[in-house]
């Protein structure tokens, strides 16, 4: 069975469009986000000079963990939420920026078109299959799990195949997450956690994009 008792189909149609508005809104702000990478570096760079992409990323994970512990208040979860897209948008536009120097702007337009079909794709597996995708749960974290081990040890090995290769196995660990995501929300009884399903498959499309951007780079090497 498809749906959950405990709501009613106009209620699961109503949550799934609050999700997607959820994350078409996630990528409105990560774009801005993205824009404001050259500007943010100009700003920020002369003030943490060498601790400058360290304190990125802790802001890119400390808004991540407000997004999550919040994304069912409102309206905390709305700033939360859109205050990582940006943050998350600013990262993306510092992965773009060091691409089109690479290799050009070629390399950007391929990966968001490959993460757009990737995602389209999945969603439309997921909604037309029906499928309960719950079982792809273990492989997710099995591969997620390699690819942290992978990248901690390439901080200290410093091989460019050891880095593509985690950058597949990211890209494929996530797209089984947004099957798994969408199979989720479409078979569960949540009807008051948009946000938060939002943020899980903004994040694996993320986790996508950056890593495809490493493999179309890696290639032009």
Request: aromatic share 14%.
């Amino acid at each position: 069975m498809i749906y959950s008792s405990s709501a009613t189909i106009q209620d699961r149609v109503s949550f799934i469009r609050s999700v997607y508005a959820w994350l078409m809104g996630g990528f409105l702000v990560a774009g801005v986000g993205a824009m404001s990478a050259p500007f943010a570096a100009a700003i920020l760079f002369p003030v943490l000079g060498r601790f400058f992409v360290l304190a990125l990323i802790l802001v890119f994970y400390g808004t991540f963990f407000w997004a999550n512990s919040v994304s069912r208040r409102r309206p905390q979860n709305r700033f939360a939420f859109a205050a990582f897209t940006f943050v998350a948008g600013i990262l993306a536009g510092f992965a773009s920026m060091a691409a089109i120097r690479q290799g050009g702007f070629g390399i950007v337009v391929a990966a968001l078109g490959m993460t757009a079909a990737d995602f389209l794709v999945l969603s439309l597996v997921a909604f037309v299959s029906k499928r309960d995708f719950g079982f792809l749960g273990g492989f997710i974290t099995t591969g997620l799990v390699i690819a942290l081990v992978g990248s901690l040890i390439g901080i200290f090995l410093h091989v460019e195949v050891l880095h593509l290769l985690i950058s597949a196995v990211i890209v494929i660990a996530c797209s089984a997450k947004i099957l798994y995501d969408t199979s989720l929300m479409l078979r569960s009884g949540e009807t008051e956690d948009a946000a938060g399903f939002a943020l899980s498959l903004f994040v694996s499309l993320l986790n996508i994009f950056l890593s495809i951007l490493r493999l179309l780079g890696g290639r032009r090497d």
